[in-house]
């Protein structure tokens, strides 16, 4: 027994061990093959996240500064200074550009963003705290302006505006902004009025992306709709990038720059139509290769190890319930029926242990029902031997009495014995279940003749047979219980005499048998009860009309049966439904 547990132990440990090394050897190949697409598919991940993170700044940038500037539009003083005229008065244009100017001075102020802010009237006007014109040429006749009110584009800006009739006070680079400017139209007519313009500072712009780091080699750069950088790190590797890479090739693509491999990923902002560039070189560095490598060994160990503890306490736990288990079994492959498995704690051997009881208990159980049942079998054959041997005697010992009244010539006596040994005769039928109409008949009438006897004129009866049917073939003992029936239940309970008349005819496939009676009748209540336990083949309190009920239903189905009903002259009717089953075969070789 213990060779055979080692056995089983030492199959499960190879087994587990070699699972577990195959496991690991597989995926410590499979993962060293895709190791450097992982990392590729990584930095392109960060690297897009950094890229959605910068989108959402620079339009978060370019969104707020272009509601602050909505929202100046809509001040009642500087409308009032896009409305002036040539033929506004003096005082009153003077007035207005006094408020003009402090309501400029106080958003200046707030939006650190800008190095000043513009007003530019459709009639050539203009006026700012920051701005002055270098030249006398209108300013609403710069392309910067006509581009700005004149396209459909509803957010204009412009990077390194150069060439343009404006300076600032301020001391600062045309590399280091880019101009945003807002149309201003008529709020009823939708007419141009004129517009807003701000220097937008790239170093506010910077300053949100220094938050952001990629992979030490990468680099994160803007470039406007023409391909002109906007924003980018000091690196001479952003103006070695070609501007129609990103309309010739899908996101990401790879370029080389520098003699080394670039993975390029970006993003079109839909508000700017700028585009945020991310770069990221594809070669990686050897050392994260033997890192990954050592700790694969490091793993494979821990688990190898782990995995041989676990097996030698999960076979431990398996093979000593199973051991146990199979002993109790050999007892009962023996004979021995009263062992009894107990549990070990072992939850998937202790429901083969539950269920082994339960076969146990089954087998017990089956054992005793078959000695009970052969127990009953052989009484109810001796019972039936019995049964049959009691009628023979009663039969002889009448005829014997039929004999001696005819001896003594007791006319009544001997009618009478001689009617009830017919009855019994007919009864036992030779064994048979089926016999021809007429013999049933007799039997039925010599019951009639025998109650006749006793109850004399109080009973009166009469058959209306169709003689053609005399010889078909019909089930024993079924006139007689309903005669049984009408007589004690109907002509009995009556004051004065009752006729009771038994009416057999056929009705197309199948023959009709009425016993009609004039006796007391039958309530409603207890019409239905009767035809609801007939029904439902319960028994009732007429056993005999149950009993042929029973009979015809398990014969020939429940198209046929008995059913009671109200004589409308009084009394009751008992109504037999039997299948025509053509002539008996005695009457055909008769």
Same mark, same amino acid.
């Given at each position: 027994m213990f060779q055979r547990n080692t056995t089983l132990r030492l199959r499960l440990l190879i087994s587990v061990s070699t699972l577990i090394l195959v496991c690991i050897a597989v995926s410590s190949y499979i993962g060293n093959r895709l190791y450097t697409s992982t990392l590729s598919e990584q930095n392109q991940s960060y690297t897009l996240q950094l890229l959605d993170q910068t989108q959402r700044n620079l339009d978060t940038y370019v969104l707020s500064t272009q509601r602050q500037l909505s929202m100046l539009a %809509? %001040? #009642? =003083? *500087? !409308?009032? &200074? &896009? =409305?002036?005229? =040539?033929?506004?008065d003096e005082a009153f244009r003077l007035? @207005? /550009?006094s408020e003009a100017r402090d309501v400029l001075r106080t958003y200046s102020a707030h939006m650190s963003q800008v190095y000043g802010l513009l007003l530019t009237a459709e009639s050539g006007r203009y006026i700012s705290n920051e701005f002055y014109r270098v030249t006398k040429d209108p300013l609403h006749k710069e392309s910067w302006y006509l581009a700005a009110t004149r396209l459909e584009s509803p957010y204009p800006i412009y990077s390194h505006p150069i060439q343009r009739n404006l300076r600032n006070w301020k001391n600062y680079s045309i590399d280091d902004v880019v101009m945003l400017t807002y149309p201003v139209r008529d709020t009823k007519t939708n007419l141009l009025l004129g517009a807003i313009s701000v220097d937008l500072r790239l170093d506010e712009l910077a300053n949100s992306f220094s938050a952001l780091h990629t992979d030490q080699n990468g680099i994160i750069f803007v470039l406007d709709q023409t391909g002109e950088v906007v924003y980018a790190p000091s690196t001479p590797l952003v103006y070695r990038? !070609? #501007? /129609?890479? &990103?309309?010739?090739m899908k996101e990401p693509f790879t370029a080389q720059l520098s003699g080394r491999y670039m993975t390029f990923l970006y993003s079109t902002s839909l508000y700017t139509g700028w585009k945020v560039i991310g770069v990221f070189p594809n070669d990686t560095p050897p050392q994260l290769l033997v890192v990954m490598q050592r700790s694969i060994l490091i793993v494979v160990a821990i688990i190898l190890l782990f995995g041989i503890i676990m097996t030698l306490i999960l076979t431990d736990t398996i093979t000593r319930p199973i051991s146990y288990l199979r002993q109790l079994m050999l007892q009962a492959e023996c004979g021995d029926l009263s062992v009894h498995y107990h549990p070990r704690n072992s939850m998937d051997v202790d429901r083969l242990g539950t269920s082994f @009881?339960?076969? *146990? %208990?089954?087998? !017990? =159980?089956?054992? /005793?029902?078959? *000695?009970a049942e052969q127990q009953h079998k052989r009484k109810a054959e001796i019972d039936a031997l019995q049964a049959q041997i009691n009628p023979h005697f009663l039969y002889n010992t009448l005829d014997t009495i039929h004999w001696m009244a005819k001896d003594y010539q007791a006319v009544d006596i001997e009618n009478m014995v001689s009617a009830l040994t017919k009855l019994f005769r007919l009864s036992l039928a030779g064994g048979q279940e089926f016999v021809p109409l007429l013999q049933e008949i007799d039997h039925a009438k010599n019951y009639l003749y025998i109650q006749k006897v006793r109850y004399e004129d109080k009973l009166n009866y009469r058959f209306e047979v169709d003689e053609s049917l005399l010889t078909c073939s019909v089930l024993k003992l079924m006139i007689q219980p309903l005669v049984e029936n009408a007589l004690y239940h109907g002509i009995k309970p009556k004051l004065g005499n009752g006729n009771i008349t038994v009416r057999i005819f056929r009705a197309d496939a199948a023959i009709c048998f009425e016993v009609i009676d004039d006796g007391v009748g039958i309530t409603p209540e207890r019409l239905r009860q009767i035809d609801e336990n007939l029904s439902n083949r319960e028994q009732c309190s007429g056993f005999g009309i149950y009993n042929v009920n029973e009979r015809l239903v398990m014969y020939f189905g429940p198209a046929y049966g008995v059913r009671l009903r109200q004589n409308p002259s009084g009394g009751a009717i008992s109504s037999l439904i039997h299948p025509y089953l053509g002539n008996s075969p005695d009457e055909t070789e008769a």
């Open positions: %809509d %001040d #009642p =003083s *500087i !409308r009032a &200074f &896009f =409305s002036i005229t =040539s033929e506004t007035s @207005n /550009e990038v !070609r #501007p /129609e890479w &990103f309309q010739q @009881n339960t076969m *146990i %208990d089954r087998i !017990r =159980s089956l054992m /005793e029902t078959v *000695i």
